[in-house]
């Protein structure tokens, strides 16, 4: 089997690469480098099956041989950049969706597209389904990654009633593990760095507002029963354990023996920023027989592992 995999130097991205080359699959990763870090891939560099491409999809890809599956996870996905880069990051969600869509069709291959629980705006409904429209506003400093996502998933969902493509639509919650990037901007880096390091924990407001977090490891395993399932409906994959921005930052001080606490500060949240979010994973679990295993701690654990390391080296 052979797959190509966009965003693939990427913390999602570098993941599937390390999970389908352990099931005997020849991978090619395709990256621009614009977030995405060779570091993740570098014990790859003399896999005989893995294959990397310096490349912007929202240009045409060419690529040679036959493709049973195309997987696109390449996106600006946390605030920092795609406040920075907001051009690249609607392009990425229309026209990298639509080179990576026609390269699935050319190759009769399945197709994937990472989209994401920003679907589904700042909601009205809690926790949220599939079937949920959201409460978004596309014109909002968040409305570039937000309804490039959107966007995604109609072109997706035309090229599968159109053309009988193979497609899969997974909606993406709060995700976090091992090669997130210390300037990612979300919290888990946010927290840990600041807990290595000996210092206060920054809460914006008062804490009260909600995440649910889900260790890498579980989302890979929700993304390969999607891929190989009959299921062409957008599918929510996260951990719907609820926990209060609060209690999290207590969780990671207990788990780092930091000293240094929590320090409240103004709300700076970007306007539209959810104050809840929660996934309703019933779909997943009927129609994959998916549910998160690794619990919160277990997964934490091993992130501030790999922090702690990068902390050293730097």
């Known amino acids: 089997m052979r797959i190509l995999i966009t965003g693939g130097a990427g913390f999602i991205g570098s993941h599937l690469c390390d999970r389908f080359l352990s099931l005997g699959y020849s991978v090619i990763a395709v990256d621009n480098l614009i977030t995405g870090d060779l570091s993740n891939l570098e014990h790859l ?3 005989p099956d893995f294959t990397f491409l310096n490349q912007d999809v929202s240009e045409p890809i060419s690529i040679e041989g036959e ?3 195309v997987l696109h996870f390449a996106s600006l996905a946390s605030p920092p950049h795609y406040l920075r880069y907001p051009i690249e990051t609607l392009k990425v969600g229309s026209y990298g969706t639509h080179n990576t869509l026609d390269l699935a069709l050319e190759k009769n291959a399945r197709y994937l597209l990472a989209s994401t629980s920003e679907i589904y705006g700042d909601p009205l409904e809690h926790p949220q389904k599939e079937t949920y429209l959201g409460n978004v506003d596309p014109i909002g400093l968040r409305g570039v990654y937000d309804e490039g996502k959107r966007y995604a998933e109609a072109l997706t969902m035309a090229y599968h009633r159109k053309f009988g493509l193979r497609t899969y639509i997974v909606r993406i919650f709060n995700t976090y593990g091992p090669r997130m990037t210390l300037v990612d901007g979300r919290v888990v880096p946010n927290f840990v760095s600041q807990a290595i390091r000996g210092e206060p924990l920054t809460v914006y407001g008062d804490g009260g507002q909600t995440r649910s977090f889900q260790y890498v490891d579980d989302l890979i395993d929700g993304l390969l029963k999607q891929l190989y399932s009959d299921f062409h409906e957008p599918i929510n994959i996260g951990n719907p354990h609820e926990m209060t921005i609060l ?14 606490g929590i320090v409240f500060m103004p709300d700076q949240r970007i306007s539209g920023d959810p104050q809840t979010r929660c996934p309703d994973i019933s779909r997943a ?13 277990e997964g934490l654990q091993k992130t501030v592992e790999y922090f702690q390391k990068l902390s050293e080296k730097a």
Request: aromatic share 10%; charged share 25%; glycine share 10%.
């Open 285 to 297: 679990y009927e129609a994959l027989g998916w549910e998160p295993k690794v619990s919160l701690e």
């Open 45 to 47: 560099n003399n896999h």
């Open 247 to 260: 209690g999290f930052a207590e969780v990671i001080n207990r788990l780092t023996d930091n000293p240094g």
């Open 67 to 69: 493709l049973d599956a």
